[in-house]
């Protein structure tokens, strides 16, 4: 009886198994059914190309929400652009603002007010024009009080010590007219910020305050009608979730024909690295973006055999710096006087000392790490935005470098000298010069980046403990306990990667101003954080390019001479993708391979890697 | 047998109320909250962070937040909502938990369904070729963690194309009919499912070895053997059915532990379950998402021990439940 039952099991096996697995979908071939809108927005790219196939990408986790006001993370981010459009966006070769829904804006001559023509004859994935009213709807969300998303406050300026809205208005339904309480220089990457949902649809969720539970993960795909070149066809939690194209879309290619050209775009999930490492190589995923510089050569000699192609895509915009703490009670609290600095008092006085932070930069051999923790795939940086950034990178920014000698004799100099000969330098009081380096462990790279540290300051008589820790434990430490010697971090790039997205880390009231973190407004404890602040108000307070990287150098220079960070080398990224897909364009900005999906498209109709 | 059940299922409630608090405390006393890494974003001002932390209710103390969370969940059996998902946590956690106990079947499948027959051989057949093999293989296996063997099993996969590399569906699943869904199905758990069930074989099949040995000693048997009952008859309708009692009440247990079990196989083939939902929520401090799944995992393991009482009551007249 038991065999039978088994061998009926295994016969049922086998007259499934043809259907798993290997089995690809037949093509049928596109037609399109939707007459194209007035104001088509023609896209550039390399090549038209055909309408058809299906591109799996790699995702480390799956969207929490797909509404596009309140979500916070990367991985709703990335689903959330491709699946809403907005006003403007940037375009990420060049990093200029191109036009989406609008079809062009004008400026007042202040500068400050932005009138945008919308698109005739775009519409919602259900077939709803999108009119400025639905424009104004999202501005009404976004601004919201009660709901006060985190995306609110690129729709805010700081004006005479408050935050104030932006304000707007929708004279008709093809023009919608924002003013900025100030000049913004970042005026269209904010009002691009703003991702454009259906007001027919959600209105009523709003009035009654259920905005943030709407167009969740638990919604139906059907019901979740988008404003971008994709809609939802299925989502399955931590697993993968399928778009197909947008019928109404109004982007088109040079020959007029619609976008997007792929039938299918899934973001499969892979928790982990090598897990997806073997997926890619198996032909289970067409795309990359997370591939570890170890594995770098043996991508690069396995892509002619495999059919894929390496794409070389420059530095990396993540950076790696060091930082001490230099923060001190603002008020005065728990036996401690204000001014008082929170870490040890010794420490205190050699961490506020500018000589020994340069000295401690020029301690470090950058060019060992590159040839280590990076295999070779770094380069040097010296500020927030790296050599990969085409439009903001200047190379005139300078800091101080690797030249043990230097920062030996610096040391000598201010009085760190080793007197008892143990190796380690004591300063003028005679306390040795020791501290501790925190750092998240389960970041193997900065782990290693320690160790090399380690080496390189005591090669100059400076003993450095690395500390790791878990990763809350850490930012704990640098934002509340503020008890730490020195910090090993990093900061990721904001899409786009300019310097005015970083206000929290140039002002000296920010929370991410990492060294000295959230000052009294306007009452920075150094002269050269005053004249930072003051550049950063100066950068965002015009739209005039040359100014802006002016402005920019000059911080840069002086955060860079004050030595308030020391800056660490940054990784190259590569992108492996299938050479079956054209029009492809890994950026260093996120999502990396799938930013342009609207134009990448399928070479041949079938076929394999 | 009502009135024992009845007194079994309240003495959860306190039981759970204690995994809660303990949950609760746990939470509270790890460094950070869920906005913590939301302030490490340049972009955001602490103005609204501090916003969100009110609207999430987390500027309050954590007895004031924990006594909110009991009094929604008595009075409106309400659990919470997930901070990042904006959904209950219940609904976040139903598929989840559903995938995780369909792995754990198939595990218990595969434990069960190889420790039996091979303990029976083992025994029948003891210190022969074929009891000291399996005893070396079963401990082989033992001794190799989790996390290894699924990976081995996944170089398998990619090497030979056999099967997939992880996941739960075919990309075309909807396309498929019901009989190619099963197929397919049983095609991406097979792998998840022998690195989770092979983990207890060995203990289980010397159990079952042990058991069978022990009663293949008692006068019973001899009496059996002495009527000149054929000796498949001996071992299958006398000496296995009593040694089987005390493993049902094992299986009860392992059916608790079968969950917890599989958090690691869940994470390697990127099984959609309740391990990979709540390790993202402990990393991210959606405190409530947390709460939701403990106590989830901590009901699977209470039922799966009272399962396991009353299965054994069933097999074993001597024992009643009064």
Known sequence: MRTRVMAACLLALSLVAPGCGGGKRAETAYVDHEPLPTDTMTVRMDEPGRHGGRFVVGATSSPKTFNPIVANETSSSDLITQLYAALVDIDYLTQEDIPVLAKSWSFSPDGRTVTFQLRRGARFSDGHPITSEDVKFCFDVVLDPELHPSMQDALMMPVGGKAVPYTYSAPDSYTFVVTAPATDALILPHIGNVRIVPKHVLEPAFRQKRFASSYTTATPPESLVTSGPWRLKSYLENQQTVLERNPYWCGVDAKGKRLPYLDEVVFRVAKDQDVAAQMFHAGELDGLDNVKPEDYRQYLADQKSKNFTVYDVGASFNTHFLWFNLNRFHQAEKGHKAGTPRAEPTKYAWFANRDFRRAVSMAVDREAIIRGPFYGYGVKTWSVLTSGNARWYDSTITAPDFDPAAAKALLDQIGFTDRNGDGVREDPAGHPVAFTLSFNSDNKLRASIATLLQDDLAKVGIKLIPAGMDFNTMVTKFRHELDYDACLLGLGSAVPADPGMGANFWKSSGLTHYWDISQPEGRPDTPAEARIDALFQRHLATTDLAERKATFREMSQILNDECFVVWLPTSIMKIPVSSRFGNVHPSPMPHRIMWNSDRIYQKQASGTR | ?322
């Open chain 2, 1 to 322: 047998m009502r009135t024992y059940l009845l007194r079994r299922l309240l003495q959860t409630i306190p039981l759970l109320i204690g995994i809660s608090a303990l949950t609760f405390l746990l939470l509270q006393l790890a460094p950070g909250d869920f906005l913590a890494t939301m302030a490490d974003n340049p972009q955001i001002s602490p103005a609204t962070i501090e916003a969100m932390r009110q609207r999430f209710g987390l500027d309050r103390p954590w007895w004031v937040q924990y006594l909110l969370y009991l009094k929604n969940v008595f009075l409106h059996l309400d659990f919470g909502e997930s901070f990042s998902r904006h959904q209950p946590v219940f609904q976040v956690l139903g598929t989840g938990l559903s995938n995780t106990l369909l792995l754990a079947s198939a595990a218990a499948v595969v434990t069960w369904g190889l420790a039996i027959p091979l303990g029976v051989l083992a025994a029948v057949r003891q210190y022969g070729w074929a009891d000291k093999s399996l005893s070396f293989a079963a401990f082989l296996w033992l001794s190799v963690p989790e996390v290894l063997s699924g990976l081995l099993l996944l170089w398998f996969a990619a090497r030979t194309g056999w099967f997939p590399i992880g996941g739960m569906r075919d990309l075309d699943y909807d396309l498929f009919t019901p009989l190619q869904r099963m197929g397919d199905l049983i095609h991406h758990l097979a792998l998840p499912a022998l690195v989770v069930g092979l983990v207890p074989l060995a203990s289980r099949m010397r159990q079952m070895r042990a058991n069978l040995l022990d009663q293949l000693r008692l006068d019973y048997i001899t009496t059996a053997r002495a009527k000149g009952l054929p000796e498949h008859r001996v071992i299958l309708n006398h000496a296995l059915r009593n040694a089987l009692n005390p493993l049902i009440t094992l299986f009860g247990f392992t059916l608790g532990s079968l969950v917890s079990g599989s958090f690691v196989a869940e994470t390697i083939f990127s099984w959609p379950g309740l391990g990979t939902l709540t390790l993202e929520a402990i990393n991210t401090q959606d405190q409530y998402l947390v709460m939701g799944s403990v106590l989830m995992a901590s009901s699977v393991l209470i039922a799966g021990n009272l399962v396991a009482d009353l299965m054994l009551a069933a097999a074993d007249p001597r024992i009643r439940h009064e």
